[in-house]
């Protein structure tokens, strides 16, 4: 989250990135986009939502094994923005490397949340909204997993390899909590580099979020559960977790908080 200076200290792009416009008629695409609100009046409140920012992640292996090259992956991404945000100024911009030097090439595509265009329906849209001019994008569960399905789908047109992304993830990881990660893991490991100076064994080499050990908890009484009543009555006993379920829906109090994390907030398990 640093970002990278000249010896000028001015701010300078990511090297071998591509940048690309659409919709904004040869303009800046701020400018472009300030020009479209003010002609529909529309996103002059400070709450409103003025853009939509979409990654397309690609699998670290595909630069190797299939051949993903930066300006391949802008190509398809600038195919996927025209195809489904169409009427929507947009920035499409692909680079070959992330924050965590996985090394997947990855794909940003930010809209301007006003479409100034009349756009035919999608299978997604339930709304005459969804397709006129001078109304706003919608981003609803039904839009996101047609999104997903089709980013899907042109992987394996493409010969790329691919996740299924309709069914969630095991461990879901919110942004917060990955940066949650990665900051502890920074402190922990000073801290553990100074012991090792003072010829002392850390305890603990892997941070650990509360959310990962949330995680771990629920997996182990689980395994020694039976029914719901078992699995409640263990989270209490040896952890001091309260478990509710609401419509289906399950909810984790720990004891050092207030307010219930969301088993959907954990992942699919």
Request: glycine content about 6%.
């Amino acid at each position: 989250m640093k970002p990278t200076l000249d010896e000028a200290g001015r701010l300078i792009p990511r090297q071998d990135y591509r940048l690309d416009t659409l919709n904004c008629g040869g303009e800046d695409f701020a400018l472009s986009c300030i020009r479209a609100n003010l002609r529909y009046g529309k996103n002059s409140k400070r709450e409103d939502i003025k853009s939509h920012h979409y990654i397309i992640s690609f699998d670290p292996r595909d630069a190797t094994d299939n051949g993903l090259t930066v300006d391949r992956a802008q190509a398809l991404g600038l195919a996927y923005c025209k195809e489904h945000f169409p009427g929507h100024q947009a920035l499409v911009c692909t680079h070959p490397d992330g924050h965590n030097h996985s090394g997947n090439i990855h794909v940003h595509i930010v809209i301007n949340s006003l479409r100034i265009a009349e756009v035919e329906h999608k299978p997604y849209m339930d709304r005459a909204s969804d397709t006129r001019a001078g109304d706003k994008h919608r981003c609803t569960a039904a839009a996101m997993r047609y999104f997903r399905s089709e980013v899907m789908e042109m992987c394996h047109r493409e010969g790329l390899y691919q996740i299924d992304l309709l069914n969630g993830s095991r461990n879901k990881v919110t942004e917060r909590e990955y940066w949650a990660k990665r900051k502890g893991q920074v402190k922990l490991d000073k801290e553990n580099a100074a012991l090792l100076a003072e010829g002392i064994a850390p305890r603990q080499t892997k941070f650990e979020t509360d959310k990962d050990r949330l995680r771990q908890s629920i997996r182990a009484a689980l395994s020694k559960s039976k029914s719901f009543e078992d699995f409640s009555a263990a989270l209490m006993q040896d952890y001091g977790i309260s478990v509710k379920e609401s419509r289906g829906r399950l909810s984790y109090l720990t004891p050092d908080r207030t307010k219930p994390i969301t088993a959907r907030k954990l992942g699919t398990d």
